[in-house]
C-alpha cells in the first residue's frame, strides 16, 4: 500500500489567460520507506510539487492522501499539526536564524510541543549529536561552515524523528565533497526508515535515490 499517493495534482497561479501551471495532473506513489528524487530544469514544477506535498502549498486541484488520509481536506490547525508530526523540511538556503544558537534554532519545530524546556534541548542536543554537531550546539550559524549549517538544518528537521523528510536541492550552495557528505546522511537516515522526497537537478546526487521522478514544464515525465 502506497504511503503518499498523489492524484490529478494541479497547481495554477493566476487566473484566465494570465494563467500559469506550475504542476499539471501529476500522479505517483510512494511507498513508506522509500527515498525517492525529483530531477528536472529550474522552473519545472520540482519544488512546486514538494511544497503542496509538504503541505505548504495548495493545489488548485486534486488530492494528496498520507497514510490513506486525504490532508488537503484538514483544517488550516490539522494540517499544522500534520506538518509538525510527520514532515521534516530541508531547504536550500538552510533557512538558519542568525541571531539564535545552533540549538535554539534546532529547537524551533517544537515551540508548540507540550514539554519542558530541558526536555526539548534534550531532543535538540541528540538531532545535533546525530549529524556530528554536538559539541558546537552553542555557536551561531555565522560561526560554522555551510556544510555544517546544511547538517543543522537536517537536525531541525529530524528533531520531531518526522516519518517524512523533503529535501529541496539541499546540496544546491555545498561544494562536490560537502554535498556528498550531506547525501551519505540523508541515504543513511533513509535507511533507518524515513521516507525522503528531494528535489535535485544533479544526476548524481539522484544516483542516491531509490527511484527518480522526472518532470517538465510542470509534468511529470518518464
Known sequence: MSYIKAENLTKEYGSGELAVTAVSNANFEINAGEFVAIMGESGSGKSTLLSILGTLNSPTSGRLMVNDRDVYRFSQ???????????????QNFNLL????????VMLPLATLKAKKKEKQMMAYKALERVGLGEKVKRLPGQISGGEQERVAIARAIVNKPPILLADEPTGNLDTRTGKLIMDFLRSLNEEGITIVMVTHSMEYSNFA??????????LVQ
Not at 490547525?77 to 509538525?84: H, K, L, V
Open 77 to 91: 490547525d490539522e494540517r499544522a499539526d500534520f506538518r509538525r508530526q510527520s514532515v521534516g523540511f530541508v531547504f
Open 210 to 219: 531509490r527511484r527518480v521522478l522526472h518532470m517538465s514544464d510542470g509534468m
Open 98 to 105: 542568525s541571531y539564535l544558537t545552533l540549538m535554539e534554532n
